[in-house]
């Protein structure tokens, strides 16, 4: 243990160490128990009458002659093809991340090295374009798009997507450029590195935390976004939320919640994954930045 937690009292410790672990929990169960509810059968997990139900699965033993079932799942996955949704979700968020990006770490370092007055109003007019409601952008296209007869296909809606997290894009990675010093183009160039082969060899890998970090919240943004894939993705070209919301029915139509649920597991595991993967570079990319002057 360290000098400076020796020094706290020990009511401070416990304190702090009890608002932590009620904080994990907190947190946490909301998806521990939509993992657990998921394997249960609906009149258990929603069960009105008795509560307990989804803990010990009185219904699920009755109906599967076991307290657990995989029904949720095979239903989603096999009867439902999920899975081509998840593959619509993966080819969304890996043309979002790869644009943006590629655009992002372009533009953010010429706007960082330029020192032209239009940086700011550029920077200023891209976030006021992120803060709109996507909804509002998203009108915009939708007749062109039918016109065109270029709607409901996932190369449109990339398009779209990428649009709107552009200028959030942009406004991270600047914000990590300019915690370059310049000094380190100025060097690569003194020895013979035009200013691209600056950028590529000797900015970059300085800052490929911060393009982690940016591409991150990017997939994240492409990866959860309902609005724009619900409005120009058709149904057999759907990504994973729209579906999921798809398959708790409307007041026309009959949907199975427990469907619903398993998709929401499967859905969420993935970026737990990738969060505890790339959870050094996060951190590394979200306090020290770069090199600093």
């Given amino acids: 243990m360290s000098s400076a937690a020796q020094r706290r009292p020990l009511g401070l410790r416990i304190a702090i160490y009890g ?36 803990l010990t ?23 439902e093809e999920f899975w081509r949704h998840v593959i619509n979700t993966f080819i969304v968020c890996f043309f979002v991340v790869l644009t943006s990006l590629t655009f992002g770490t372009l533009g953010g370092y010429a706007l960082s090295r330029s020192g032209r007055n239009y940086v700011f109003w550029l920077l200023v007019v891209a976030l006021i374009f992120r803060a709109m409601p996507p909804v509002t952008l998203v009108a915009g296209y939708m007749l062109p ?74 997939f994240l943004l492409a990866y959860n976004d309902f609005i724009v894939t619900s409005m120009l993705l058709s149904e057999s070209n759907r990504t994973m939320i729209p579906e999921i919301a798809a398959y708790l029915g409307t007041t026309y139509t009959e949907g199975n919640v427990m469907f619903a649920v398993a998709a929401v597991v499967s859905a969420t595991v993935p970026l737990f994954i990738l969060v505890m993967f790339f959870q050094r570079q996060i951190v590394s990319g979200l306090t020290a930045g770069a090199v600093k002057g």
């Fill in 145 to 218: 798009f039918f016109e065109w007869n270029v709607w409901g296909i996932l190369p449109t809606t990339i398009i779209v997507l990428v649009a709107i997290n552009q200028p959030f894009t942009l406004w991270m990675l600047h914000s990590f450029f300019q915690n370059i010093p310049k000094e380190l183009d100025e060097s690569a160039k003194v020895d013979g590195c035009t200013q691209f082969q600056a950028f590529r060899f000797v900015i970059i890998p300085v800052m490929w935390p911060g393009v982690i970090t940016t591409g991150l919240f990017s």
């Fill in 19 to 54: 608002f932590a672990a009620a904080w994990l929990v907190a947190a946490a169960f909301p998806f521990i128990w939509t993992a657990w509810g998921s394997f249960k059968v609906e009149l258990d997990f929603f069960s009105i009458s008795d509560w307990t139900y989804a």
């Fill in 57 to 79: 699965g009185e219904r699920t033993k009755a109906e599967y002659d076991s307290a657990f079932t995989d029904a949720g799942y095979r239903g989603a996955w096999i009867q």
